[in-house]
């Protein structure tokens, strides 16, 4: 592999030769990535071209079909998943809203789900709601300190009514990177299933969600340079026994059944998109176009997850180095995505306002994770200062941030 080629990555993003964004460094990527091209190329393409009711025969439409199908399938094929394992929802959250109203006619009551409180609320409030149906809900709990998920304790909450636990692969403040495949693989050898939250995780490469083992592995497009999408593989062991959501004629097609809704056409072909995006980054750093597409996405995650962690080191040194402040979760740039939340004497959202003028474009608050907060003993209304950033950050916007926090902290 060659050397980490930024600016051929940054070429693939409208948003870095657009006047308007000039100077501006974006630090708010966990909140929502840009789009890269293909992914606008292809929306554009679809309201253009293609924007006709799908899978009728005329051309039109016979395209939008296919390429409706081809984001499904591409992207199932890099996640290291059959076609019709993955589907596309309006968000994460409405996907979790869904599934847990699946496995609400599925369970008993006296059966358990197993919840954390490093999670967004996406992936804990629509199962904690499945306590009024009788179903118990235990809650794995953080460190109050360090924010970290310690899997001792998980294994001391499993018991014989446990029948799900519901965790993320990273928390959107605490920024650890949780052992997701030696926790789904011991719950299911002991026939349990899993659904984690990969939205935090994924726009740091895309995960073979085989080798995780995870059951349910659920992430969101518009945080992955795609469109605002929710994607959800489930696999086939489990969706066979979740009651379908869809129309009652549709219960037959796997990828029908968890999205009741219908689909967003335009934006579900536009997912295909992320595919070319990471075919593309592939083709520009690695000279072997028979790789397959698991292969392929792979060691994309790998290179972004490099350089990522390159840029990572200075931040985190940085503010390591500083008395005024409370970093959340690890030192270790290995161990965590740079997604980095901090405390401080003021609140997130000052912060961040006070970082706007220097060209910074990060975010305050409590982004949805209150519950993990709170376990940290932070006031959400007081909230952190979140810095994110990706693959497609520079050094200079890093340098950029460093000299912007000197003048605000
Ligand atoms: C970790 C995490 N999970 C879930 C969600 C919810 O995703 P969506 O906006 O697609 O519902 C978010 C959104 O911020 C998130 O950061």
């Given at each position: ?281 592939h083709a520009l750093h690695v000279d072997d176009s028979a790789a397959s597409a698991k292969t392929r996405a792979q060691r994309v995650h790998d290179l972004m997850r490099d350089h ?7 931040l985190l040194d940085a503010l390591r180095g500083r008395d005024d402040l409370r970093l959340l979760g690890p ?79």
């Open positions: 592999m060659t050397r980490f080629n930024l600016d051929g990555v940054r070429a693939h993003f409208p948003a870095f030769s657009e006047p308007a964004l000039q100077g501006q460094a974006f630090f708010e990527n966990a909140g929502g990535s840009y789009a890269c091209a293909p992914v606008i190329d292809r929306l554009t393409r679809f309201y253009r071209q293609r924007k006709v009711q799908p899978c009728a025969p005329y051309a039109a439409s016979q395209l939008a079909c296919a390429e409706m199908a081809e984001a499904r399938s591409r992207l199932a094929a890099m996640l290291g998943v059959e076609t019709d394992e993955l589907s596309f929802g309006p968000s994460t959250t409405n996907n979790t809203y869904v599934l847990a109203q699946a496995f609400g006619e599925l369970l008993e009551p006296g059966d358990t789900i197993i919840v954390t409180d490093q999670d967004h609320e996406a992936n804990s409030g629509p199962w904690r709601r499945l306590a009024a149906r009788g179903i118990g809900i235990r809650e794995w709990q953080m460190d109050p300190v360090t924010g970290h998920l310690d899997t001792e304790q998980l294994w001391a909450l499993l018991d014989d009514t446990v029948r799900l636990v519901c965790f993320p692969h990273c928390s959107n403040v605490v920024g650890e990177i949780n052992p997701v495949a030696d926790i789904c693989t011991r719950l299911r050898a002991a026939g349990i299933w899993s659904c984690v939250d990969g939205v935090s995780a994924a726009p740091h490469g895309l995960p073979d969600v085989d080798a995780l083992c995870a059951d349910i592995y659920l992430f969101s497009a518009y945080k992955t340079y795609g469109p605002h999408q929710g994607l959800m593989v489930i696999r086939h062991a489990l969706a066979s026994r979740l009651p379908n959501q869809g129309h009652a004629f549709n219960a037959a097609v796997p990828w029908k059944r968890f999205t009741p809704a219908g689909p967003d056409h335009a934006q579900v072909a536009a997912c295909a998109g992320m595919a070319d995006y990471i075919d593309a980054l990522e962690s390159a840029l990572l080191q200075p030192a270790d740039p290995a161990r965590r995505v740079p997604t980095v939340a901090l405390v401080h004497a003021r609140p997130g959202l000052d912060l961040a306002t006070a970082l706007a003028p220097f060209g910074i474009m990060a975010g305050g608050g409590s982004f949805y994770a209150d519950r993990a907060l709170q376990r940290l003993g932070i006031d959400p209304q007081h909230g952190v200062l979140r810095l994110s950033f990706v693959h497609y950050t520079s050094p200079t916007e890093i340098d950029q941030l460093l000299a912007a926090l000197d003048q605000v902290l």
